[in-house]
């Protein structure tokens, strides 16, 4: 394990000479790149640093052990041994998944899309309801949250809705929200009080940069039309709102939440990449996932992954078989432990597969 940690901290010492040379300042992409690799290897670098420390206070106990002169020194010693060792097992398991190769994608902003499915009205509302539970969320860890393009549900919520979300790690944490999500409740048209199943699926998209997908522009059709829904004086009566067909896979971005056309122009552009992109992505999710049996990180857009059960007041995750008693914070936004244990599951699957390396 010394010799990876070395092998980082070589690295680390390359990037922090690196980041302060005047070209790399001035190339604020490049810039940007690098600082992250700097607070990533900062810390494994800080964790070799208590590794190293670890290792002499057990090696300067050891010598006091050998040499046994004093009684005393001799029992702090054991102590000293027991208590280091001990840290240094912990700290080893913490190493090695911090030196799990990151997934490149992890660090994307990204664009998320909720689609009510099955269940009319209620799925609309539904909708509505992990759209909120979502920007709280993002709200929660500072994270910036633009809606892109929406069509709202007859009795309120979205029969879809899509937006960015733009922050540290986005689409390493939100990727796991990406399937089918149920509810299991009793509709407010509901007179008789019946509990019903409704659905919506939700799909996070990494943002593409224009480097990571080139559109031909002679493969995009371009419509314009009147915008529709909340706008002010612009609604249906100026052609701002864009649609693009990608014509070589049918696949469709648009947008009119601005009253510019060229801004929506841009917004629809941004979507379109990260669907193409998404495309490429999750053909290779899906043989990574075939690869290690994974549930977690599966290329299946379609699988249901979580229920929302009201009645019950617990939400669980299908994935990992994991039920929490806590439906009223978590739909209000309190998913971080949710998240947090499908990431374990999947750092846990890729400790398996680079076990032998480390």
């Given at each position: 394990?010394?010799?990876k940690?070395?092998?980082?901290?070589?690295?680390?010492?390359?990037?922090?000479d690196?980041i302060?040379?005047?070209?790399?300042?001035?190339?604020?992409?490049?810039y940007?790149?690098l600082?992250?690799?700097?607070?990533?290897?900062?810390?494994?670098?800080?964790?070799?640093?208590?590794?190293l420390d670890?290792?002499?206070?057990?090696?300067?106990?050891q010598?006091?052990?050998?040499?046994?002169?004093?009684?005393?020194?001799l029992?702090?010693?054991?102590?000293?041994?027991?208590?280091?060792?001990?840290?240094?097992?912990?700290?080893?398991?913490?190493?090695?998944?911090?030196l799990?190769?990151?997934?490149?994608?992890?660090?994307?902003?990204?664009?998320?899309?909720?689609?009510?499915?099955?269940g009319?009205?209620?799925?609309?509302?539904f909708?509505?309801?992990?759209?909120?539970?979502y920007?709280k969320?993002?709200?929660?860890?500072?994270?910036?949250?633009?809606?892109?393009?929406?069509?709202?549900?007859t009795?309120?919520?979205?029969?879809?809705?899509?937006?960015?979300?733009?922050?540290?790690?986005?689409?390493?944490?939100?990727?796991?929200?990406?399937?089918?999500?149920?509810?299991?409740?009793?509709?407010?048209?509901?007179?008789?009080?019946?509990?019903?199943?409704?659905?919506?699926?939700?799909?996070?998209?990494?943002?593409a940069?224009?480097?990571?997908v080139?559109?031909?522009?002679?493969?995009v059709?371009?419509?314009?039309?009147?915008?529709?829904?909340?706008?002010?004086?612009?609604?249906?009566?100026?052609?701002?709102?864009?649609?693009?067909?990608?014509?070589?896979?049918g696949?469709?971005?648009?947008?009119?939440?601005?009253?510019?056309?060229?801004?929506?122009k841009?917004?629809?552009?941004?979507?379109?990449r990260?669907?193409?992109?998404?495309?490429?992505?999750?053909?290779?999710?899906?043989?990574d996932?075939?690869?290690?049996?994974?549930?977690?990180?599966?290329?299946?857009?379609?699988?249901?992954?979580?229920?929302?059960?009201y009645?019950?007041?617990?939400?669980?995750?299908?994935?990992?078989?994991?039920?929490?008693?806590?439906?009223?914070?978590?739909?209000?936004?309190?998913?971080?432990?949710?998240?947090?244990?499908?990431?374990?599951?999947?750092?846990?699957?890729?400790?398996?597969?680079?076990?032998?390396?480390?």
């Amino acid at each position: 394990m010394i010799d990876k940690l070395n092998i980082v901290k070589q690295r680390f010492d390359e990037v922090s000479d690196l980041i302060i040379q005047p070209d790399i300042l001035a190339d604020q992409k490049r810039y940007i790149k690098l600082n992250k690799e700097y607070k990533d290897l900062k810390l494994i670098v800080d964790k070799r640093d208590s590794y190293l420390d670890y290792q002499a206070n057990i090696n300067e106990a050891q010598e006091i052990i050998s040499a046994g002169d004093d009684a005393e020194m001799l029992e702090m010693a054991k102590l000293q041994l027991e208590e280091a060792k001990a840290a240094l097992a912990t700290l080893e398991e913490e190493i090695k998944f911090l030196l799990i190769p990151k997934d490149p994608e992890d660090g994307k902003d990204v664009v998320m899309e909720i689609r009510a499915g099955t269940g009319g009205d209620e799925a609309s509302i539904f909708a509505g309801d992990l759209f909120r539970m979502y920007t709280k969320y993002c709200e929660s860890r500072g994270w910036k949250t633009n809606v892109l393009d929406l069509s709202e549900g007859t009795s309120g919520g979205y029969k879809e809705i899509q937006f960015e979300v733009l922050g540290e790690e986005v689409y390493g944490t939100l990727k796991f929200e990406a399937g089918v999500h149920r509810v299991q409740r009793v509709p407010q048209t509901e007179t008789q009080g019946r509990v019903h199943t409704s659905a919506a699926t939700v799909m996070v998209l990494p943002e593409a940069e224009e480097f990571d997908v080139q559109i031909d522009p002679k493969d995009v059709r371009i419509d314009y039309f009147c915008s529709s829904g909340p706008g002010g004086q612009s609604v249906n009566t100026t052609y701002s709102a864009v649609r693009l067909t990608h014509i070589p896979t049918g696949l469709v971005a648009q947008c009119q939440d601005e009253k510019s056309q060229h801004k929506n122009k841009d917004k629809a552009f941004k979507v379109l990449r990260s669907r193409l992109y998404d495309l490429e992505l999750a053909k290779r999710q899906e043989a990574d996932a075939a690869k290690r049996n994974s549930q977690v990180s599966s290329g299946d857009r379609s699988a249901k992954i979580r229920t929302y059960n009201y009645p019950q007041g617990r939400v669980t995750d299908h994935r990992i078989g994991l039920t929490l008693y806590d439906l009223q914070n978590i739909i209000n936004g309190d998913i971080q432990k949710i998240i947090e244990e499908l990431r374990l599951v999947e750092n846990t699957e890729k400790l398996k597969e680079a076990s032998e390396i480390l």
